[in-house]
């Protein structure tokens, strides 16, 4: 084996967004993290969306609008199809007209 190759493995500090740190072994001295075990919804219990790039509100826009348009029926167009009452409905009443 050669000597002096392998990288140190030191003891690092992870920092969540929620000010929560503890301390772990890892190539580099400092870790950034969104969520640890303090703050994380299965951990605490808690119903909240976890989302950084604001994809959750997005996504709940789009269902309130559908609901919405849902509810006043504006989405959906009734197709205008010849109706029935006008067209013959047998060969005789065809060849009467003539």
Known sequence: MQAA???QF???T???SCGNTFKTKSLKPSISIDVCS???PYFTGEHKFIDTKGRVESFQKKQQLAQSMQKSGVGKSKKKGKSLENEPKSLKELLGDL
């Open 5 to 7: 190759i392998h990288p």
């Open 10 to 12: 030191i003891e690092a």
């Open 14 to 16: 992870v920092i969540c």
């Open 38 to 40: 303090k703050c994380h």
